[in-house]
């Protein structure tokens, strides 16, 4: 079993809509988890960060991490077509600065 | 705000080839890694380093080698270029202590014919 998984996708979503991309993952010794976007070719930028179970939000866009299901959750409110890029979630147990990435998802938002 | 410079976007190179990829950040950063991206297959990390003249191994070493003589700068070493090397690379860093937020380079997409 990988440490990350991630939805393989593509998801194509109409604007406005309400996307939900989500990672499980298997060791339960990660701690922080963050998500990462990537816009066809370039580097991955970091866009949420949080640390142990809970709900963090930034804007239109809701972190979510529930230990003891070991699920990981991105929630876009009102998508844009400006959101259609690559998402990976990644997560580290904090014993090194190593970190497990999923595959990322692709998603496509349909003016 | 943090800048991860790559030496290259775009790169081609013949098998056989000592290839260097160029890597610096300008934000006295500690750590710094080394990715490659390939579809279906994510990141996968190859080298990483916590400081000046240290170096681990990744995931998928095999076929590189890294260089790291100031904070600033780490380098990915392809000794002997293969077709199998052909792919989009990607630096990173991050400061340490208890930040875990990488930041990425633009990649360098390297093909090897």
């Known amino acids: 079993q990988k440490e990350v998984e991630q939805d393989p996708g593509p998801l194509s979503v109409p604007e406005g809509a309400i996307v939900s991309l989500n990672c499980t993952y298997s060791n339960s010794a990660f701690q922080y988890f963050m998500w990462y976007r990537q816009y066809s070719r370039k580097g991955p930028e970091l866009l949420m960060y949080?640390?142990?179970?809970g709900n963090k939000e930034d804007g239109r866009f809701t972190a979510q991490v529930d230990k003891s299901s070991k699920y990981i959750s991105l929630f876009i409110r009102d998508s844009q077509p400006s959101d259609s890029a690559t998402y990976l979630c990644?997560?580290?147990?904090?014993?090194?600065?190593?970190?497990?990435f999923g595959k990322g998802i692709t998603l496509s938002v349909r003016p | 705000d943090v800048k991860v410079t790559q030496s290259s976007r775009y790169l081609v190179k013949r098998t056989g080839e000592k290839v260097f990829l160029e890597c610096v950040q300008d934000m006295d950063h500690e750590n710094m890694f080394w990715y490659r991206q390939d579809p279906g297959l994510g990141l996968r990390l190859i080298y990483f380093?916590?400081?000046?003249?240290?170096?681990e191994k990744g995931d998928i070493p095999e076929g590189y080698s890294v260089s790291r003589e100031k904070k600033e700068r780490f380098s990915l070493i392809l000794e002997s270029a293969s077709t199998n090397q052909t792919s989009m690379y990607l630096c990173a860093s991050l400061s340490g202590g208890f930040s875990y937020e990488q930041y990425f380079g633009p990649g360098t997409r390297l093909t090897v014919t």
């Open positions: 380093s916590y400081d000046v003249k240290m170096k």
């Open positions: 949080t640390y142990s179970s």
């Open positions: 990644a997560t580290t147990t904090g014993a090194n600065s190593k970190l497990t």
